[in-house]
T-cell receptor, first 110, second 115 residues
Framework: GENVEQHPSTLSVQEGDSAVIKCTYS??????FPWYKQELGKRPQLIID?????GEKKDQRIAVTLNKTAKHFSLHITETQPEDSAVYFCAAGNDYKLSFGAGTTVTVRA | EAEVAQSPRYKITEKSQAVAFWCDPISGHATLYWYRQILGQGPELLVQFQDESVVDDSQLPKDRFSAERLKGVDSTLKIQPAELGDSAMYLC?????????????FGPGTRLTVT
């Protein structure tokens, strides 16, 4: 099955700085890579996703890059704000099944 | 905006007791997932339904866990008997198989504590 590793497990950044979270996956058949944000006490919510036919996708301050050859993908958050503090999960799989990373706790310091 | 509903939100039970969780997916979503999320880890798939049929339960501990989705709408996950190691957040998610988007929408989860 698919195995997803996520790093770092915790990340503390100064407000306004950038944050980068990296994930690797094992199954070359995976073609869908979503990122979920889970605020304390709330449900995970999709913030951005990318498919294997695209190398990069951007949505305002967040972007995701995918390197299929190396089997890794990354989440980039620019100009971090206090509301970006949350746990972020990467996932890999297809439209019907996902395997999740262990999560990264991001803390934005004011 | 429609959301996935789950109940109860919190459940405390003693080991060896039975416990059940309920999930109501977004209307029209044919695919329903049950995940277990241990503190500090990502969600782990327990069982996946397509309408009323189980399509993947390879990670479901079938000696104590059962899941059903009798009419292809809402679903129940049961644990009997509960063990200390079952303490976790149980998340339900649903997705549509039409419209070209397969985003999984999560419910708020049920926090289970086994004492």
């Amino acid at each position: 099955g698919e195995n997803v590793e996520q790093h770092p497990s915790t990340l503390s950044v100064q407000e306004g700085d950038s944050a980068v979270i990296k994930c690797t996956y094992s199954d070359s058949a995976s073609n869908y890579f979503p990122w979920y944000k889970q605020e304390l006490g709330k449900r995970p919510q999709l913030i951005i996703d990318i498919r294997s036919n695209v190398g990069e996708k951007k949505d305002q301050r967040i972007a995701v890059t995918l390197n299929k050859t190396a089997k890794h993908f990354s989440l980039h958050i620019t100009e971090t704000q206090p509301e970006d503090s949350a746990v972020y999960f990467c996932a890999a799989g297809n439209d019907y099944k996902l395997s999740f990373g262990a999560g990264t706790t991001v803390t934005v310091r004011a | 905006e429609a959301e996935v509903a789950q109940s109860p939100r919190y459940k405390i039970t003693e080991k060896s007791q039975a416990v059940a969780f309920w999930c109501d997916p977004i209307s029209g979503h044919a695919t329903l997932y049950w995940y277990r999320q241990i503190l500090g880890q990502g969600p782990e798939l327990l069982v996946q339904f397509q309408d009323e049929s189980v399509v993947d339960d390879s990670q479901l501990p079938k000696d104590r866990f059962s899941a059903e989705r009798l009419k292809g709408v809402d679903s129940t996950l049961k644990i009997q008997p509960a063990e200390l190691g079952d303490s976790a957040m149980y998340l339900c998610a649903s997705s549509s198989t039409s419209g070209g988007t397969y985003e999984q929408y999560f419910g708020p989860g049920t926090r289970l504590t086994v004492t």
